[in-house]
């Protein structure tokens, strides 16, 4: 691992023949000028007929990786696929680029799974996705076995393993078709990193000469910033504020504050929706829906929500609660900024949310050793949270990869956090632990280090500890911060199965002696505004305002008419370059990101007529319009 690409794209030096091929499939059907990445190695591997595995963060174009072999090899294209949900929009948007894809499964009726086999059997299909129940039914497999196959492709391949949160079934038994299909190339994908969860899908899958590409797990256009929560409804009020009309996700720990937030957020005027599992299907098939096709939908939801969507124009990926550990807050924030636009990774978090997650792991059902591994989980989450050098740096160096230098775009780069020497506060904070008996949760101490007459303080005579009223000066949020620093340190404990009741810990006396100093950190006011993120119109000058707006007004018109998101249509990123160039001509449009040739053909005259509307002065009244004169 720790591969970093130098430039977004490989250059066209030593290509072979199938490369050679390969790239005019990309400019002529995805309208793309090179690869990204590895594609390339992969592509070249799959189409000579070698397994592969490939892993690459999520928005780092693992689709081509197996469209282009399905597309350059003979026969169909088998796509083993989680979610039936996603299929069809996965196929919708390859029927776009001319690509002759189809799906099959159980929501499909009888008549028209009828054609889809029909189309296969008369070699009339270049990708054929299916979910694993539906593959591995003899009926399917026998079907298989009368048609030539290009490829098998195993999508989000790390739902083989049982120690991933995402385990299916139905994965496990995919590995018969090592025995049923022996000469057909198979690539399984994931942009799940670890060491571990990759050797579990080469055994299970059985692919143990599979080629392997590991592409380094870098982000780059996403910011991650993450703060102490304090008025955790009003700081995400004002984050989403300043990205107003941008689609993104805000991730919830419970059903019912997914519900409260996304109705909050309704309240003040966001197209807020909520999404968790205790929704009717229908309801969650509608939001899901809304949030792809739609522009700037909020979906507001559990972790329920997220796997295989993949929406490229996510603008940011909020945490108002703790995820689960680096790996899955790694995955969720993935979901951003898949365009390689600038996306944002927010998160607040706070003492409640530490003692919650402890709590859920004691209390799970686990065996001891899997527990100790969700201990140590939480911990790498907790210190990343608390860390004072490049977040970027920290979270690739958790997966193996390492970064040269700071990133200069997380909020540890950008506004670096004041420490201070914090000793003689953390010797208060632990002696009024220990004065009350190492039996209260932060509220109760804090409640006396501040000295606060509760009737709780009063019934337990902890208004006459020396300890009583001896932080005065530090205001609540304060005491929070720096008992959250303390346990993410070590010199506190906070036990989960006595509700977080705090308590010493060996690496404790040496600091209350005054042995040891301890420096903390200072949280970021939550009063300073939140940073804005660029909009997806964000290098427009305002004169150019007017076009893009009719360009994305015509683009939803399109994509309403053939029933697809509008990404499909053409991605933010394309619309962007018809405004900068304004292209006037067909030719002129093909050389645009993004464009090929089957596009060109199905919108290109759309979207030139209202170019050439805007040439002819029509932008000029648009302009007056939105300006009021
Ligand atoms: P993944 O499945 O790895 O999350 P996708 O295959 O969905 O990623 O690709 C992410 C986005 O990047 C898509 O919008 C895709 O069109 C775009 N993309 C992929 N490869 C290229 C490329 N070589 N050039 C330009 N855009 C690309
Ligand atoms: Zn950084």
Redesign the pocket.
Same mark, same amino acid.
């Given at each position: 691992m720790g591969r970093r690409d130098a430039a977004? *794209?490989s250059s066209p030096v030593n290509s072979s023949p199938v490369i050679e091929r390969a790239r005019e499939l990309?400019r002529t059907v *995805?309208g *793309? %000028?090179?690869?990204?990445?590895r594609?390339e190695d992969v592509v070249r591997t799959v189409t000579e007929g070698r397994d592969a595995l490939v892993l690459? %963060?999520? !928005? +780092? +174009?693992?689709?081509?990786?197996y469209q282009l072999p399905a597309l350059l090899r003979d026969g169909v294209g088998v796509v083993v696929s989680p979610l039936i949900a996603l299929m069809q929009d996965q196929v919708a948007a390859l029927r776009q680029l001319g690509v002759r894809a189809s799906f099959l499964n159980s929501s499909l009726p009888p008549r028209e799974q009828a054609e889809v086999i029909g189309d296969l059997a008369a070699g009339r299909l270049d990708l054929l996705y299916l979910a694993p129940e539906r593959l591995l039914q003899d009926e399917t497999l026998e079907l298989l076995g009368t048609v030539r196959l290009a490829l098998i492709a195993i &999508?989000e391949a790390h739902c083989v393993s049982q120690w991933g949160h995402d385990f299916r079934q139905d994965y496990l038994g995919l590995h018969v078709l090592n025995e049923r299909f022996p000469g057909v190339p198979r690539i399984a994908?994931t942009?799940t990193a670890d060491a571990r969860t990759r050797e579990e899908i080469v055994g299970r899958l059985r692919l143990p000469r599979a080629a392997r590409f590991v592409s380094g797990f870098d982000r780059p256009n996403i910011r991650y910033a993450v703060h102490a929560k304090a008025d955790a409804g009003r700081q995400l009020v004002d984050f989403l504020e300043a990205r107003r009309g941008c689609a993104g996700i805000v991730y919830a720990m419970t059903r019912r504050r997914v519900e409260d937030t996304a109705r909050m957020l309704a309240e003040r005027g966001f197209d807020a929706l909520p999404y968790h599992a205790g929704l009717p299907s229908d309801v969650r098939a509608r939001h899901q829906e809304r949030f792809l096709r739609e522009d700037g939908v909020v979906m507001v939801a559990t972790i329920a929500f997220g796997m295989g969507i &993949?929406k %490229?124009d996510v603008r940011f990926v909020a945490h108002i609660d703790l995820p689960k550990s680096v790996e899955s807050y790694y995955q969720e924030t !993935?979901r951003a900024g898949? @365009? @390689?636009e600038p996306a944002d990774a927010w998160m607040i978090y706070g003492l409640q949310d530490v003692v919650r997650l402890a709590q859920m792991v004691e209390q799970s059902e686990a065996d001891d050793a899997r527990k100790r591994i969700e201990r140590v989980r939480l911990d790498a989450l907790l210190g990343w949270c608390e860390i004072t050098e490049c977040r970027r740096r920290a979270l690739l160096q958790y997966f193996g990869d390492d970064l040269p230098e700071d990133c200069g775009n997380c909020d540890i780069c950008l506004e670096p956090p004041r420490t201070w020497d914090g000793t003689v506060e953390a010797q208060k904070l632990l002696s009024c632990v220990y004065r009350t008996g190492q039996r209260f949760g932060a509220g109760h101490v804090i409640d006396v280090l501040r000295g606060k007459e509760t009737e709780k303080v009063l019934a337990r005579r902890h208004e006459r500890l020396s300890t009583f009223g001896i932080g005065t000066d530090f205001a609540d949020t304060q005491w929070r911060s720096i008992v959250r620093q303390l346990i993410v340190q070590g010199y506190l404990r906070s036990d989960p199965e006595r509700f977080g009741a705090l308590s010493l810990t060996r690496k404790s006396r040496p600091l209350l002696r005054g042995d040891e100093r301890i420096l903390l950190r200072e949280d970021a006011s939550p009063k300073r505004p939140a940073k804005v993120t660029r909009k997806p119109d964000y290098d427009l000058g305002p004169e150019d305002l007017p076009l893009w707006e009719a360009l994305r007004a015509r683009r939803q018109e399109l994509a309403a008419a053939a029933d697809v998101p509008p *990404?499909v249509v053409f991605?933010d990123?394309t619309l962007r370059e018809m405004v900068r160039v304004k292209p006037a001509s067909t030719q002129e449009l093909l050389a645009l990101?993004?464009v090929g040739e089957a596009k060109l053909e199905r919108y290109g005259a759309a979207f030139l007529e209202v170019l050439a509307d805007f040439r002819a002065g029509g932008g000029e009244e648009s302009v007056q319009d939105l300006t009021g004169g």
């Open positions: 977004p *794209y990309l *995805y *793309y %000028p090179g690869f990204r990445g594609q690459m %963060p999520t !928005g +780092g +174009g693992k689709s081509l990786c &999508d994908l942009a &993949d %490229p !993935g898949r @365009d @390689d *990404y991605h990123t990101h993004g």
